[in-house]
């Protein structure tokens, strides 16, 4: 069995010591490394490439928000769940939009965080509700159209529907009756015509453009988006 490899960055040390010891203790997962600042995780992914990367917003010396944009840069297939205390909605929009994949509160349980490491790992996009609502609500008045007049075939319309309902690739493959491959190429099609980041982005522009009812982003799938 593969081992998810996961990079800590938090510079809470009873709090990051008390997490990598509860990561540790799981058969399917390896902690590559720790940081206590965004400079110290940067160097860390650039040399162990984890899977996922858990990350606080607010640190000294490089925070969080500044170090997102640049670790999707350097490693760009490492996904990035954000694990903070700070629910700001300034904080939660500005971390989507630089590239974060998850956001969770350090409130969630040891369940919720286990279950947020898989789904990044497998490119999912797990938010708690109260995270959901606040990027719903940032988006929720639909545009009217593609401002960029961007053309999608009926399976790339489909394929954002469904990632903005909260769909994984492997129901989406299950309800448009087609493989995980065929819908990993539409979401990698759709990324490439929106130049967006990531399928969280994708599912806030399928509100924002009107493909699916803000009430219904992430209902399906919680606490995916």
Known sequence: MKKI??????DHPVFRDGLIANLSAKSDIE???QAVDGIEALSLAQQTRPDVI???LKMPGQDGLTT??????SVP??????LTS????????RAVKVGALGYLLKDTTGEQLLTAIHEVARGNAPFQPSVARTLVQEVSQPSGGSPTGIKFTKREMDTIRLIGCGKSNKEIALELCV????VAK???RVLRKTNLENRVQIALFAVREGFVDPRRMGSESPPLL
Do not use: K
């Open 5 to 10: 490899r996961v990079l800590v960055a938090d």
């Open 31 to 33: 902690v590559v490394g």
């Open 54 to 56: 858990l990350l606080d």
């Open 68 to 73: 997102i944009p640049l670790l999707r840069e």
């Open 77 to 82: 297939d490492a996904n990035i769940l954000v």
């Open 86 to 93: 700070y629910a700001a909605n300034e904080d939660i929009v």
């Open 179 to 182: 493989d995980e491959r065929t």
């Open 186 to 188: 539409n979401v990698s």
